[in-house]
């Protein structure tokens, strides 16, 4: 009993150290790109432009590809249901309601971070194994106002525009 207490005791305080690590970094971001250029300090708009054209152009020839399959795959599988009930009319309007709503969305944000997070998170893993992290820090650049920020303003205005994108396939 008592070794149950002390898992249990150790996942809660570890739950706590990373809650407090996370919200530490949504307070670091949210002031790198949102107060910081108010005050002056500068944004990296050619960083994010680049994380744009990474993160999100060249995402949308794949959106594009698995949203008209997976639309054309519930239309065929609507259809031949809707068939039994003489119901064939509404397989349009089904399928522009289905995808609009739900897998359009869904799908592109699987997509994304399938695709792009998984580069993120392996371009800051090197970062971090080379010690190219350390270096920024010693060289007193702040490393989410340096890698994190243009990465996820990137990520807010990209992944909407991808959704629309794959609402109109």
């Known amino acids: 009993m008592e070794t149950i207490l002390i898992y249990l005791g150790k996942w809660a305080i570890s739950i706590k150290n ?86 359009g969305p869904l799908l592109t944000a699987i997509i994304v971070a399938a695709r792009s997070g998984s580069s993120i998170a392996a371009e800051i893993g090197t970062m971090r194994v080379s010690e190219e992290i350390d270096a920024l820090v010693s060289l007193a650049i702040n490393p989410i106002k340096f890698l994190v920020v243009p990465k996820l303003l990137a990520l807010m205005i990209v992944l909407p525009c991808l959704t629309v994108l794959s609402d109109l396939v």
């Open 18 to 103: 990373d809650s407090k690590k996370i919200l530490g970094l949504i307070n670091s971001f949210t002031y790198w790109a949102f107060v910081a250029p108010i005050k002056g300090k500068g944004l990296r708009f050619k960083e994010t432009v680049h994380q744009m054209v990474r993160i999100g152009y060249q995402a949308v020839p794949l959106v594009f590809l698995i949203s008209f399959f997976i639309g054309l795959i519930m239309a065929m599988q609507s259809a031949y249901q809707l068939r039994k009930f003489g119901a064939e009319i509404y397989v349009a309007d089904l399928v522009a309601v289905s995808v609009t709503r739900e897998l």
